[in-house]
């Protein structure tokens, strides 16, 4: 199965990392500073705290991976997909994206699963809008039965025939 037309590219790592990272940034403010996506007509934020090299926490949690905040360490997979978390957002009613919430730390949580392209993007609830909290390939075949029972349940709970 091919990617839906509306996916961009992938954005790979040439070897300059300080201008790859800059190039990252411009693609991230275009796409989520300078034009704010919506999501089925809810504003989307972005977690700006802490501001780290003058970069949004939303933008290292798009490129970098690891649990531990000081830590997080750049994640090639993500940064070549800075593009794909802007157009999942706007076409959340596409049949080739999962679409469900779950509950994670108290928080309620959007998924937005491309599966075939193995990527997801996860939105936390907010009063009165939708913060992009992260965005990864998930790659590993255990994760992807996790993700995807999860859908399943949710579909049962919601009352949704697949």
């Given at each position: 199965?091919?990617?839906?037309?509306?996916?961009?590219?992938?954005?790979?790592?040439?070897?300059?990392?300080?201008?790859?990272?800059?190039?990252?940034?411009?693609?991230?403010?275009?796409?989520?500073i300078d034009e704010k996506p919506q999501f089925r007509g809810?504003?989307?934020?972005?977690?700006?705290?802490?501001?780290?090299?003058?970069?949004?926490?939303?933008?290292?949690?798009?490129?970098?991976?690891?649990?531990?905040?000081?830590?997080?360490?750049?994640?090639l997979k993500r940064c070549e997909r800075i593009r794909w978390p802007r157009p999942m957002i706007e076409n959340s009613a596409d049949s080739s994206l999962k679409v469900w919430t779950n509950t994670r730390k108290g928080e309620t949580r959007v998924l937005l699963w491309l599966e075939e392209e193995e990527y997801l993007v996860v939105l936390a609830e907010r009063k009165g809008y939708l913060l992009l909290w992260t965005a990864y390939l998930v790659d590993k075949p255990h994760s992807q039965r996790k993700l995807l029972k999860e859908f399943e349940e949710w579909q049962k709970k919601e009352g949704i025939k697949s």
């Open positions: 199965m091919s990617p839906p037309k509306w996916l961009p590219p992938l954005f790979p790592f040439k070897g300059n990392w300080p201008l790859y990272l800059s190039a990252l940034y411009e693609l991230f403010k275009a796409d989520f809810r504003r989307i934020g972005l977690k700006k705290h802490p501001v780290f090299d003058g970069k949004e926490a939303t933008f290292w949690h798009l490129i970098q991976e690891g649990s531990v905040e000081e830590a997080r360490v750049p994640d």
